[in-house]
């Protein structure tokens, strides 16, 4: 994509997922003043008496550094929430030299204070939820009635103390409509990524609230048409199947233009697993999944594959986190494909895609079964169907 995008957020080297993790995201509390229709966490007004303490907080740090310094992002709740957040936050960058990013609420605990000390304390880019281009659609994703004007309110104190900026949008049947609005509104606020949550069914969020398998597919290719032109980097999260349609649509550009088949290219990025960070796929230097180059503590010590996906695999105040990520079944199962089921077990994409595994337990009750909201049928796939249609008959 873009060359200042790159040279702000250089790109992390490729790792072995199956030792160490690209993203560590821990929340650091539940509670927050906010009640979004879709939290996963279920977010409460006050802090919970049995989140990690600050020395533990620092145990912790010192365990995700310990990890190939992945990147680290405090997530809520409302990490503004924490009293002892910013000498958390200095201790990771100073003491430990980790690459931190934030995700606030916006609520009054946003001042141009905090920001500052945030940007002193050397945070590498701080993210807000943006739901819509408008107060009435955003403010009714968020319940809560003025949300959407601290957020701008918010935005405007980044810029003016020039921080980066991520938004995050979740995707869901309430907002689908106004996509293309808020993409316009980012290109206006000088964002350098936009992070775009498909939403997953867990905590407050429904399946009802979801859009379908073919609106899926719909804004996963206008969201890398986007890409080719947009001035941000464009990320998806709970959309790994993004990684196919990215693929295919390099793949048909590449026909177009020569006129032959890429047969070759194509096969070489499916066999290495690898896609290129500046092509609309974010950073990461192989595709991301629910415990598969991700881990999440909750604010308790809970160690998960992912925020979304429920599946407790350990706590950190009885085991070390490393541990946790690279013996539990749960996550080492999640990190093979082989063990996948239905169409995504035989796709020819699975190692670089996956679907998202934390949808799948949502939807199905089964972590390892296909992704439901994606609409491509692997070649094996239609196959195996055939097949089985023959043997009925």
């Not at 295919?248 to 006129?259: F, H, L, P």
């Not at 085991?319 to 996948?340: C, F, G, H, T, W």
Request: charged fraction near 25%.
């Amino acid at each position: 994509m873009h060359s200042a995008h790159t040279e702000r957020f250089p790109a992390f080297k490729p790792r072995d997922y199956d030792q160490n993790p690209f993203i560590v995201i821990w929340e650091v509390t539940r509670a927050c003043e906010l009640k979004c229709l879709h939290c996963r966490a279920e977010a409460q007004k006050k802090p919970d008496l049995r989140q990690l303490t600050t020395a533990e907080g620092k145990q912790l740090i010192d365990q995700i550094a310990d990890m190939d310094s992945p990147l680290l992002v405090f997530s809520g709740g409302d990490p503004l929430m924490r009293e002892d957040l910013f000498e958390l936050a200095h201790y990771a960058i100073h003491e430990k030299g980790l690459r931190l990013s934030m995700t606030p609420s916006a609520t009054p605990l946003v001042t141009k204070e905090a920001i500052r000390k945030a940007k002193e304390v050397g945070l590498s880019r701080w993210s807000f939820s943006l739901d819509g281009s408008t107060a009435e659609v955003h403010d009714a994703f968020r319940g809560t009635s003025g949300s959407y004007d601290l957020t701008m309110r918010a935005i405007d104190y980044l810029r003016e103390l020039d921080l980066p900026l991520q938004i995050n949008t979740t995707v869901s049947r309430y907002n689908v409509h106004d996509l293309q609005n808020i993409a316009e509104l980012l290109k206006k606020l000088d964002v350098v990524l936009w992070s775009v949550f498909f939403l997953v069914p867990t905590g407050r969020g429904r399946k009802e609230d979801m859009i379908s398998p073919v609106e899926h597919e719909k804004v996963l290719n206008w969201l890398y048409e986007l890409s080719l032109e947009a001035p941000f980097d464009i990320k998806t999260t709970a959309a790994q199947h993004y990684r196919r349609v990215v693929i295919q649509s390099k793949r048909r550009a590449a026909k177009e233009k020569t006129n032959t088949d890429s047969q070759p290219a194509y096969e070489e990025v499916l066999n290495k697993g690898k896609i290129n960070p500046r092509d609309g796929l974010g950073r990461a230097p192989q595709g991301v999944n629910d415990g598969n180059g991700f881990v999440f503590i909750s604010h308790i010590g809970d160690v998960y594959p992912s925020g979304l996906l429920p599946v407790r695999c350990g706590n950190v105040r009885e085991q070390p986190l490393a541990e946790i990520y690279r013996e539990s079944p749960v996550m080492k199962a999640l990190r093979n494909p082989d063990q996948y089921k239905g169409k995504c077990g035989v796709c020819e994409f699975n190692k670089i895609c996956g679907g998202s595994r934390s949808r799948a337990y949502a939807v199905t009750g089964d972590y390892l079964e296909s992704e439901p909201y994606c609409v491509y049928i692997p070649p094996k796939w239609r196959a195996l169907q055939k097949a089985r249609k023959s043997g009925d008959k």
